[in-house]
């Protein structure tokens, strides 16, 4: 049975909030069909970004999600410009738009940016046509890592409704906790927040009324399916809010012991990257019950997945039962529906995108 046409209504990803459940769940399917190209050693790429210009604007320093993106657009068929800001005229006082707009004239389609200032990405998306797509923005939203942690969860439990979840760190300073806290609350998932006071902002409750905090990672540990561990963010600070790493370490690690007290079906997530020996230990983050790499490799079609639905005139790859066999018995043919825009089934007809 062939699933019913999608309409994206978002010119830009800013953040998760904006997002209904039907949108997060569009975008999982969307990267399910990905999943199968990347995994296909006969296709790998496909042309549905041809033609179409993706600028990479990082200002803040980045290995997953740069590198991730950057293979999601080189699978898309789509023509890439990274940006080095650091040897970029913001170096000698140019502004953030004047950046922008100067990009914009080169008539870019999709601009991926990081940015260390909360709310960049809307600034931006005021000046220019160019999509945007918020790679991290402060300390606010990290949208594609929440999708990511999502399709990993997702695709392990083979549902994000009822799903137990424990987000536990460096509260205050993560911007994946805010992205993570609008998508699984949205999708019926039940949050704990875990960590020491200092990093646990008790206003947290007047945003998300229905999430749980604690202190106490110990007693949250045996009723979680998921134990997702942030890192302490030391450049943000975190410094000033715990007395030491070792006291941080002794309560809110995850480690061998704690792990054992968790059920057997119970895994382990990280948005890296990793403090080992302060969040996590080597142990734990190795072990049997993470799911760290299976992250890293989900963010390929997942990104791949988001700058599809962002751009117009395009087809979408299938999203029916019938995918997966398809895909690997006859996946040459791929480039020739995609390229000559032909809809028959198992293809979708065309996206059409609607403004902000």
Aim: glycine share 6%.
């Amino acid at each position: 049975m062939t699933v019913p046409q999608y309409t994206f209504p978002f010119k830009h990803l800013l953040g998760i909030e904006p997002l209904s459940p039907l949108d997060v769940t569009s975008i999982l399917d969307q990267a399910k069909a990905f999943e199968e190209v990347c995994e296909n050693p006969e296709i790998k790429v496909v042309p549905a970004l041809r033609k179409k210009l993706v600028v990479n604007l990082f200002f803040e320093n980045s290995t997953r999600t740069r590198n991730s993106f950057e293979i999601a657009e080189k699978r898309l068929s789509a023509e890439i410009v990274n940006f080095d800001a650091g040897s970029s005229s913001l170096s000698k006082g140019e502004t953030l738009i004047d950046t922008a707009t100067n990009l914009q004239a080169m008539r870019p389609d999709i601009i991926v940016m990081r940015h260390s200032a909360p709310g960049a990405h809307t600034l931006l998306a005021r000046h220019i046509d160019a999509s945007i797509v918020n790679a991290g923005d402060g300390a606010h939203e990290h949208p594609t890592q929440a999708l990511l942690d999502a399709y990993t969860m997702r695709e392990h439990f083979g549902k994000l409704n009822g799903l137990s979840v424990a987000i536990v760190g460096d509260i205050r300073n993560s911007r994946v906790v805010r992205s993570n806290l609008w998508l699984l609350t949205k999708m019926g998932a039940k949050v704990t927040l875990v960590g020491p006071p200092t990093l646990l902002p008790a206003e947290i409750k007047e945003t998300w009324p229905d999430v749980e905090l604690s202190y106490d990672f110990d007693e949250v540990i045996p009723s979680m399916d998921v134990i997702m561990m942030l890192r302490c963010q030391f450049e943000r600070g975190t410094g000033m809010y715990i007395p030491s790493q070792g006291e941080y370490a002794k309560y809110y690690q995850l480690n061998a012991a704690r792990m054992k007290r968790a059920g057997n079906e119970a895994v382990v997530l990280h948005p890296g990257p990793l403090n080992r020996g302060v969040e996590i230990t080597s142990e734990v983050a190795d072990g049997p019950n993470s799911l760290i790499l299976k992250q890293v490799t989900n963010g390929v079609p997942v990104r791949m997945s988001v700058l599809h639905l962002l751009i117009p005139s395009r087809v979408q790859l299938t999203l029916n039962a019938k995918t997966p066999k398809f895909l690997k018995n006859r996946g040459n043919l791929i480039f020739q529906k995609l390229a000559g825009g032909d809809c028959s089934p198992p293809y979708q007809p065309a996206i059409k995108r609607n403004a902000v």
